[in-house]
């Protein structure tokens, strides 16, 4: 199953690899509560993965335009303005911390540089939009930031680099209930340690 | 559903000294048809050219008309007012269709010392039901007071009265300065009918989850004051904090065991949100659940023998209960797909919750005997259930006017209010244990 999902991934890593991603709010996610059960289905399917070194061979399948499959990136690229890692943030869906495939170019890359530079260190902070309960939400936000620590694992960032921290609803990026609001707020921000 | 009257009752009060500018409205939205009428004559007070210190019978009309139990008689119904059992002409009160009266006379017995007399009787027989002398200091007059409702709602209902209590809640005040919006949070603790609201912590990063210690001296409650979730506790009478759980990953959900020895709260330090006992006095933990799925929001049963649990083992949340040593735990909830943050009411029947269905979030009771979930808010983001301690309300915090407010509704659905606190945004209600003294 592991495997199989993997896959999937990696096989649209490839397909998208010439379009430049762009960090959206994913605002086709399920309204209303009635989505839970699937996404949640989904987010389990990634039990256990700690990891990257037993999917090594597979990160050759694919082709990043601006990093080719062995390159190093170098510390600078984190202050260009123009690369996929100046993405910062990954939306996610109502009750779910499924990474979605449009944002898996953009972890991708933060994943190759942080293998490129093992001293970096990243902080990733989950959020939840308004609805539903203030603890199961800071809860849901830590498993967030925790699914993009895995992806990014994947790619041979070191689990000693990044570090997890779950913020709720607590923060929120857009004030307002609406679905515009909510889908912005359903996030996991990747926040570089300014000391890098 | 339909003997019920909508009635919308507002009484706009002025908060004390400890905060100026804090207007609190009750506004009853919804009372039942068949509350008990009921008159409280304004009490007397004969000090020549001083005012009445307080409004002794306002303060008892509104304690039980928030009850949604009672129906007070207006004053200007009234056709004599008098002070004292001895001038009741009880023709008169029959004449205005209560079954029970109460009069009453403040008297100042030295500087900054009162003496509340009061006295029910029950308006058919004539007979005298209660009848007590409170000598009282001035800052304890509305204290008084609610003890006044108390005394009186047991005495006409035969459940114990929880006016004289306190509630617990978390306002938030946010500023814009350009583009950025600054927010500040304080824990704050008011009478439990909003007033005298005081300020225990404050902070400019998150705060939530406040829980009382069952003597009603600490309270527990989450904070973000170090950029992540961590328990802390603080004194009510000192002031003092304590850091309890700071733990890699969350630490939240604080509750306190009906013993006070214990607290349960919520920690993904192995990795994934679990629910963990801790023993206060030795700080020593006991994980109660495993698992890799979200097992957070943690609520004793009102004996201390199980913790009930939001699980999202099955997908979405939904309630569990599991022995409080820990072991294999049963599903409660079986109704829709998101059921989470259980209050469990003090007859250990009742479990409160909020209920998700169709986008709206709403506040259930789920009776154990009979497995039926009801519905009793009417808001779309209803959240944080919290019991009166003697079980008849559910205190909750819900949205008006674009922002939070708290709200109570009873167990049977037949009453409901808001309390509108004018300044900030207020959630995470958590209403107090009953006082100690009765």
Sequence with gaps: ?196 | MKNLINTVLLLTLIASSFNAQAVLNVRVTKSANDAQPIAIVPFGWSVEGEAAPADISSIVSADLERSGQFKALANADMLTKPISGQKINFANWRSVNVDHLVVGNLRKVAAEMYAIDVQLFDVLSGKQLLGHSYPVHKKALRKTAHHISDVIYEKLTGVRGAFNTRIAYVSVNRSKTGQKIKASYSLQVADADGYNPRTVVKSSWPLLSPSWSPDGVYLAYVSFRNRQAEVYTVNLKTGAEQKLAAFKGINGAPVFSPDGNKLAFTSSKSGNPDIYVMDLRSRKQTQITRGYAIETEPAWSADGRDILFTSSRTGGPQIYSVSASGGKAKRVTFDGRYNASVAVAPNNQHLAMVHGAAGKYRIAVLDRESALLRVLSDGSQDESPSFAPNGRMILYATQAMGKGVLAAVSVDGRTKQQLLLTDGDIREPAWSPFNKQR
């Design chain 1, 1 to 196: 199953m592991l495997n199989k999902t993997l896959l999937i991934l990696l096989s649209v890593a490839a397909l998208s690899a010439c379009e430049t991603p762009g960090v959206k709010p994913n605002t086709d996610d399920v309204n209303g509560i009635d989505g839970t059960g699937t996404t949640e289905t989904n987010g389990i399917d990634t039990i256990g993965v700690e990891g990257g070194s037993e999917f090594g061979g597979g990160t050759s399948t694919f082709v990043l335009s601006e990093c080719e499959p062995d390159c190093e990136y170098p510390a600078s690229a984190l202050s260009n303005p123009d690369s996929m890692l100046a993405k910062r943030l990954v939306f996610f869906g109502l009750n779910s911390d499924e990474i979605t495939d449009e944002f898996s170019n953009t972890l991708i890359a933060h994943g190759k540089y942080l293998a490129s530079n093992p001293g970096v260190k990243l902080r990733l902070e989950g959020h939840t939009d308004e609805r539903g309960t203030r603890e199961y939400n800071l809860a849901l936000s830590e498993r967030r930031a925790q699914a993009v620590r895995r992806f990014l694992m994947l790619y041979g960032a070191r689990s000693e680099s990044v570090s997890v921290y779950g913020f709720g609803e607590e923060l929120p990026l857009a004030l307002g209930s609406n679905d515009t609001a909510w889908s912005e707020n359903r996030r996991a921000e990747l926040v570089y340690d300014s000391n890098n």
